[in-house]
């Protein structure tokens, strides 16, 4: 059916958003959402902490998981895409995990050693990334689809270990939904780990390249 639509019936091009094109300002409509997704962080701490209410921080935090991949549809869909804004998206998914789990952690609403897995494997691959990146002027790669499949777990494993320690009707079917989550959301993140290896040597490997 696409190849039966003439440039007649289509928008005019100046129009259509290229996604391929980067734009060099700060102020885009995804780096404005992304903020705001940041903005969020202290509303969730407020809620579990100051209000002290472990369901309304869950239903925050899975609406910031829920919204993880709008600024980068808005970008591509507008062709927004901005080099700031590549940095600064997965800077602020990775702020809200942290934070995240150690709220989660002091709240004793997680397992310990659920929490420190999910830390230990964040700070391995985040410092990796970050020292290869500085150090070695590593190219930036995309996110495999089972490591978006990982995060996407554990996103709601998180806000689904609050709900099961709510004063909620049904804590128990969260709880049951949150191992159901975490089990294979830590399998397939560690082992997106070790899949990213030969991918960051290639990376630095452009790297020099590219700085010779």
């Not at 804004?85 to 800077?91: A, L, R, V, Y």
């Amino acid at each position: 059916m696409r190849a039966m639509v003439h440039h007649s019936d289509a928008q005019p091009q100046e129009y259509l958003a290229d996604p391929e094109r980067t734009v060099d300002t700060l102020w885009t409509v995804p780096n404005l959402f992304t903020l705001l997704r940041l903005l969020s962080l202290p509303v969730f701490v407020w809620l579990l902490f100051g209000v002290e209410s472990r369901q309304a921080a869950a239903w925050m935090l899975g609406v910031l998981g829920a919204t993880d991949w709008v600024d980068g549809y808005l970008a591509r869909r507008l062709g927004q895409t901005s080099e700031f804004g590549k940095k600064f998206d997965p800077t602020v998914d990775r702020l809200l995990f942290f934070v995240a789990i150690v709220a989660i952690l002091i709240d004793e609403s997680m397992p310990l050693w659920v929490g420190i897995a999910i830390l230990v494997r964040e700070v391995v691959v985040g410092g990796t990334i970050v020292i290869a990146t500085v150090a070695f002027n590593m190219q930036r790669f995309d996110v495999t689809w089972l490591g978006k499949t990982a995060t996407f777990l554990l996103m709601f494993a998180i806000p689904g270990f609050l709900m099961g320690n709510s004063s909620i009707a049904v804590a128990d079917v969260f709880t049951v939904a949150a191992w159901c989550f975490t089990v294979p959301g830590l399998i397939l993140s560690y082992y997106t780990a070790i899949t990213y290896i030969p991918d960051i040597r290639a990376a630095v490997a452009a790297g020099r390249t590219t700085s010779v």
